[in-house]
């Protein structure tokens, strides 16, 4: 079985953790693709930091920090201190001493010509991905950035995503997300093959405005969605309402959509077959779109919790398949 699947941080890579492990057990012989949203990518230091990819990373590779979704297990911040000292800025960013290896080579990499893609198969190499058969790719080689424009007594004004996420916790109301250089990206090396190629393409509970709607802006992804013969399904990010982890909400205030498991699944109602939702939203209906409820709260408690999920996700899948 060939797997694609649109990925942003955390509750992306968490699922996926599990999807994979339901697939060791059932399908072992079975491909997943992840396309990784670089949207949220920034510079820092000196340094190409690229947080989703990152994550995906380390939580696929069995290097993340668990308790906090992201980041490395067993880290340090002597570094980070030290540039403190020196004054040194932005320090709403924590980059930890580990996690600073990877941003290190990453940029030394791309500064010696290698594309993203190459960059992120040697990464995925050392955490062992594809030996699991697992393929990590970023949505673009183009340098993209996404930028919030808050509004302000002075007026408007636009931080980076990041500034907004991180410091600012997004509880300054974004006017709306500009993405830096979107305009001017071409899909990766691989992307729309594997969106083609797929048997089944998911969607799992990432960010559906800065993380899966910044890779669908990536000129022919939506398309190739669109024109998939493989069963597109997506899990809700959302429980009564209210995003399981980060502020999903302010972003979908953003742009106009109602924060429910029928608002998010709307934005991908072009493409989108199947919708795994909590037992709280079974009530929920999306014109075109079959609705399961998991037996289960949609909380990746573990990862034997997030491959429950992916179950009811695939074999939704099945039952939509065209």
Known sequence: MRITALAGGVGGARFLRGLKAHLDVVAPESELTIIANT??????????VCPDIDTLLYT????????????????????????????????????????????IVRSQWLAQGQTA???????????????????????????????????????????????????????????????AGLDRATAAPGVLEALRSADVIVLPPSNPVVSIGIILGVPGVRDALRGSQAPVVGVSPLISGRPVRGHADACLSAIGVECTAAGVASLYADFLDGWLVDPADAGVRVRGVETAVHPEALLMTDVDAASRMAESLLALAERVRR
């Open 39 to 48: 949207g949220d990518d920034i510079s820092l230091f000196g340094l190409r």
């Open 60 to 103: 696929l590779g069995g290097g993340i920090n668990e308790e906090q979704g992201w980041g490395r297990a067993d880290e340090s911040t002597r570094v980070q201190g030290e540039l403190a000292a020196y004054g040194a800025v932005p320090q709403w960013f924590t980059l930890g001493d580990l996690d600073l290896g990877t941003h």
């Open 117 to 179: 893609s190459e960059v992120t198969s040697r990464l995925a190499a050392r955490w062992g991905l594809p030996d699991r058969g697992i393929h990590l790719v970023p949505m673009t080689d183009t340098p993209v950035e996404t930028h919030v424009v808050l509004d302000s007594d002075e007026g408007q004004r636009a931080v980076h995503f990041q500034e907004w996420w991180v410091r600012l916790r997004a509880e300054v109301p974004a006017s709306r997300f500009v993405v």
